[in-house]
């Protein structure tokens, strides 16, 4: 259901069928280390350079979100899926021997929150029963890529962020995954939430998923003309505030409506812009926030300076952490906001500025909306 | 509704309802010239390097398409685009100012195929009205990013293709555009057309838009192991025929079904290798078959060898060449297969082969399937 310039409820229950996050030596050594399925301590993953390492790690991923949903990899429809090198080759070369229809997605750091918006979308309308969202980076292959070659040594100064080596991939399955699917409009017990305006169609959760993506909002491209790429959390801010505020907007709602609206790479340069902008605004997100960036890395023992970045940031964390708390019931509503930073050594060189997106998820736990607290639109 | 491994047919109307072409002074020379709606003689387009160039040109046939449909921007929901560059510049750049939701995808030269696919899955659904389509490309970017610097005069073999400067852009509309919205699943003059297993939902065009998005079937990575980023037509060869062999099995139909079959930039080259491999598998395509690339150059007077190439390639002779004769009659239904071979540089100068895709879209003219020729399934 559309509602407002740039989001949508769904209609139909799209749920987490599964997820696995696989991730470096690094992130492994970080606060969620245990909670991340699988730490590979070779950089290499075994391959001859970084980017087929990168390309190792999806693949891997993939096999593990897969293996832990007890899915085949024929029952996946359509694969959604995309990195921060040029011309995806992390996706390209780490996807051909899933054999997969795949759409490929570029939105830097944000990358998972358009998968997951593409891929409920596409579950929501009956297109796919079942499809998998993944995104990745590599430290490595980020550095080599957009700054300096790691022998190089370069000092980084305390607002760069560290770009995360990890892989989340996420299945995400309709009622059809359980063989009771429902029609669209035939519903029998159609609910309304107390949210206003919108309506949600009751279902059985898809094999022991008990997290649903339940509404969108899309980013649009930010440029408030922010030119240093060591900053990158500050030139995102915007982005980020610009999503969460047209998600309040079109869903008539406010901070108090989620239990943790959750950012992608900020940082604590970028997380803090962030705050004290929406302070000014009036939504004090106090205890409300979190940034994926800083809960990856321990910048006292990690030396990571403003946190962590890269799509693998916000793709793992998700995997390892976000779901299994909304899973566990300690979250029931979570607007999980990826931000992406699209910039290329080209425009940075050329002297351009850095245009930021931010794609915007509802996670919420349980079978329905559990609980009000929407404004009256 | 779901048709075999990797197809669809959309069940609700999806309607071109308008589309712009945008190219450079080469193509303007070309055999399409006359038929793309504006051709920009300076290559630079006012701007002070190439990446801003083909951001300029994005923004002028988003613009374009807009204005030809009456279209106001703010009732676009979201936009599709992409293009070849590392981190999708052009499009980055290039779409700040149409301030609207925004799905970056990458797919390379198979783009436009790829956001026609996603754009229409996302109206037949119901969760836009009208969305943006759009593909550039421009041949010093490309040159710049894959190849070598202008000024260096390097020589190209004959089995090379020409980037092509240009840039296409399509609004999709589904029912609601014109104001009578049918609710999924209560349309009341259903009918279902000849192709066996195919519905079809009756409904009037979105505007003065005669041609649909009638189904969709989605490539999947195909690496055969081609390594000559010279001859790209030769490595994308495979990707169009498995996406054209997935969509008659999954829908049941074969060569005869369509009038036309296009594909994006495989050029002579590589148009030569897909023929000679369709008729070995019983399949010929002589008189079916058209390739963008070999369309939109004249090699004997413009010197272009193999063909044109680029997103920009099958994106312009969408809109300047194929729409126009679905309009006009000539061709009932074409499935369009623009190629991507998802190379860059790094991977390149890795000794990585070409992994490459296709993705195939089912345009038809007039308000429903008009022959059936299907064979049975």
């Excluded at 696989?22 to 950089?43: F, M, T």
């Excluded at 995806?88 to 229809?101: E, K, M, Q, R």
Aim: hydrophobic share 35%; net charge negative.
């Amino acid at each position: 259901m559309q509602k407002g310039k740039a989001s949508l409820w769904l209609e139909r229950p799209v749920y987490i069928m599964s997820m696995a996050g696989v991730a470096g030596k690094k992130e492994g050594e970080g606060p969620l280390g245990s909670k991340i399925d699988r730490i590979v301590q070779d950089p290499m993953f075994g391959c001859d350079n970084w980017e087929q390492a990168e390309s190792a790690m999806q693949k891997q991923a993939a096999d593990l979100a897969l293996e832990k949903g007890g899915i085949h990899r024929k029952d996946i429809r359509y694969l959604f899926a995309g990195d921060l090198l040029g011309q995806l080759i992390a996706t390209s070369f780490g996807t051909v021997d899933l054999n997969l229809p795949l759409f490929g997605l570029y939105g830097a750091c944000s990358t998972m929150g358009e998968a997951l918006s593409l891929g409920a979308m596409c579950v929501d309308a009956g297109h796919a029963d079942k499809v998998l969202a993944m995104a990745s980076s590599h430290y490595a292959t980020a550095e080599k890529q957009f700054r300096f070659p790691l022998g190089y040594g370069n000092q980084r100064p305390q607002c760069a962020t560290w770009t995360v080596t990890g892989c989340g991939a996420v299945v995400l399955a309709g009622e059809a995954a359980t063989g009771g699917r429902t029609e669209a409009g035939v519903t029998e017990d159609q609910t309304e939430a107390e949210t206003p305006g919108r309506k949600v169609k009751a279902g059985t959760p898809a094999g022991n998923a008990r997290v649903r993506v339940a509404g969108i909002t899309t980013g649009k491209m930010v440029d408030l003309g922010a030119r240093d790429s060591m900053n990158m959390g500050a030139a995102m801010a915007p982005a980020a505030w610009d999503t969460i505020r047209q998600n309040f907007e079109d869903f008539g709602v406010d901070e108090t409506y989620y239990d943790k609206i959750i950012t992608g790479d900020l940082g604590q340069v970028g997380s803090g812009i962030l705050l004290d902008f929406m302070k000014q605004q009036g939504h004090d997100l106090t205890g409300k926030h979190m940034d994926c960036g800083m809960e990856i890395y321990d910048n006292e023992r990690q030396d990571t300076h403003s946190g962590g970045s890269g799509c693998g940031c916000a793709a793992v964390t998700l995997c390892a952490h976000i779901l299994p708390e909304l899973m566990k019931g300690t979250w029931k509503r979570v607007l999980f906001v990826p931000t992406g930073a699209l910039l290329s050594t080209v425009s940075y060189n050329e002297g351009q500025s850095i245009p930021c997106i931010a794609h915007g998820v509802v996670l919420e736990s349980g079978g329905q909306s559990q609980k009000g607290g929407g404004k009256e639109s």
